[in-house]
């Protein structure tokens, strides 16, 4: 089985200012995939950023990167500069292969405070 | 063109009553998927269909059917809706089988509320 923890149900952050959002995750399987997803309240699903297990370079698009720790099973994602638009819900995610589904942690609702 | 369709986009119904959600990708990908997202907002998976053929059925009840006429399609059908039911339903897809990463490309949800 494999399991997603996200630990901080709301987060804030001042605008401008840089956050990070906490994600744990188990799983026996040495290849996998690692996500986080952002839910504005329009309620669509955007991808925000992608980790391959084997890659050790941690990923980067643009203001938003992670942080992969993968002897401790950890994948943070950092906002840089926050901006309005990042309020929203974020749900980090795990893919494995041949279990051919995603596995999402609870999200943590993050707010930007002008 | 939009990649993942789904409708209606919002569904208010009686309980009892039976609904449908239809849900088109056009990016070539195997695999289709229905999620549900509670009102916690938690999502958890319903099915997945791969080239038409039911892959995941996670403890779904039977009142829940889905349905994949083609690759392409995977529509979903509820029968005698509870006021449990009530949630936004998500479509997704992924390309799975031949250089999959598991990124899922969501539908925009269909809401659900059964009074």
């Known amino acids: 089985a494999q399991t997603v923890t996200q630990s901080q149900p709301e987060m804030s952050v001042q605008e401008a200012e840089t956050v990070t959002l906490s994600c744990t995750y188990d799983?026996?399987?040495?290849?996998?995939?690692l996500f986080w997803y952002k839910q504005p309240p329009s309620r669509q699903m955007i991808l925000v950023i992608r980790?391959?297990?084997?890659?050790?370079q941690n990923a980067t698009e643009n203001r938003f990167s992670v942080n992969f720790q993968k002897a401790a099973k950890s994948f943070s994602l950092k906002i840089s500069d926050s901006q309005l638009g990042d309020a929203a819900m974020y749900f980090c995610?795990?893919?494995?292969?041949?279990?051919?589904?995603?596995?999402f942690g609870t999200g943590t609702r993050l707010t930007i405070i002008p | 063109d939009t990649a993942v369709s789904q409708t209606p986009k919002y569904l208010v119904t009686q309980m009892g009553n039976d609904k449908s959600i239809k849900c088109e990708q056009n990016?070539?990908?195997?695999?289709m998927y229905w999620y549900k997202q509670d009102s916690k907002k938690f999502l958890k998976i319903m099915f997945s269909?791969?080239?038409?053929?039911?892959?995941i059925n996670e403890t779904v009840p039977n009142r829940f059917s889905p349905k994949s006429p083609d690759k392409a399609h995977l529509n979903l059908h509820i029968n005698s809706l509870e006021l449990g039911d009530s949630a936004v339903y998500f479509c997704?897809?992924?390309?799975?089988?031949?250089?999959?990463?598991?990124?899922?490309?969501f539908g925009e949800g269909s809401r659900l509320t059964v009074l």
């Open positions: 980790q391959e297990a084997y890659k050790q």
């Open positions: 269909y791969n080239n038409k053929e039911l892959i």
């Open positions: 799983t026996s399987e040495s290849d996998y995939y």
């Open positions: 990016l070539g990908h195997d695999t």
């Open positions: 997704a897809s992924s390309q799975v089988r031949t250089g999959g990463t598991g990124e899922l490309f």
């Open positions: 995610a795990l893919w494995r292969q041949g279990n051919e589904k995603l596995t």
